[in-house]
């Protein structure tokens, strides 16, 4: 399997901050990874595909890169609806992966 | 705009037989993949396995030996049976639907059903 290791696991943050999620790949996965948002009791929410493709509908302050095991993940001005922990999923290979996550806290 | 709610019993026994349902409402089954997602509580995300409008199936093979999803076109439905369970089975089961495309990632999703497995 290929695992999916997301640094770091929490964050304190404020609103206004520029936020940075790093996930590396135990491969290569080319650009095969995504990034979702989970909120408290409520299911995952897709924000970026194919590493860098915003999905429809998502504000332009969150944004992806990366090619190849290193990839991060931007919050260009944290807003208030923002704080919640955030995974990467790799689609290379199966079985597909997640990372661990990232928890977004207030500071 | 598709919507999926899972069903099934929220308590199972050790050594038995968890039975969830994904009923798709606003879209057919036809044309895509649909996943089983599980969280442990507390935990991070786990993929469980796909089945396509067709049958076809791909597994995780942690969980390839005790697990089963198919679809049902008629009812707009697809399952899935996880055998022999332990209280490591307890989690949020989500069932999803993959996007179009090459990608795969999962556009839509349902709210989650917590399985217990306790006696």
């Known amino acids: 399997d290929i695992q999916m290791t997301q640094s770091p696991s929490s964050l304190s943050v404020s609103v206004g901050d520029r936020v940075t999620i790093t996930c590396q790949a135990s491969?290569?996965?080319?650009?095969?990874l995504n990034w979702y948002q989970q909120k408290p009791g409520k299911a995952p929410k897709v924000l970026i595909f194919?590493?860098?493709t915003l999905e429809t509908g998502v504000p332009s302050r969150f944004s992806g890169s990366g090619s190849g095991t290193y990839f991060t993940f931007t919050i260009s001005s944290l807003q208030p609806e923002d704080i919640a922990t955030y995974y990467c999923q790799q689609f290379d290979n199966f079985p597909i992966t997640f990372g661990q996550g990232t928890r977004l806290e207030i500071k | 705009q598709v919507q999926l709610q899972e069903s099934g019993p929220g308590l199972v026994k050790p050594s038995e037989t968890l039975s969830l349902a994904c009923g798709v409402s606003?879209?057919?089954?036809?044309?895509?993949?649909w996943s089983w997602i599980r969280q442990p509580p507390g935990r991070g995300l786990e993929w469980i396995g796909y089945v396509y409008h067709s049958g076809s199936t791909n597994y995780n093979p942690s969980l390839e030996s005790r697990v089963s999803i198919s679809v049902d076109t008629s009812k707009n439905q697809f399952s899935l049976k996880v055998n022999s369970v332990t209280a490591a089975d307890t989690a949020v089961y989500f069932c999803?639907?993959?996007?179009?495309?090459?990608?795969?990632?999962?556009?839509?999703w349902g709210q989650g059903a917590l399985v217990t497995v306790s006696s």
């Open positions: 606003g879209g057919s089954l036809n044309g895509h993949f």
């Open positions: 491969q290569d996965i080319s650009n095969y």
């Open positions: 999803a639907r993959h996007g179009a495309g090459a990608a795969i990632y999962f556009d839509s």
């Open positions: 194919d590493a860098s």
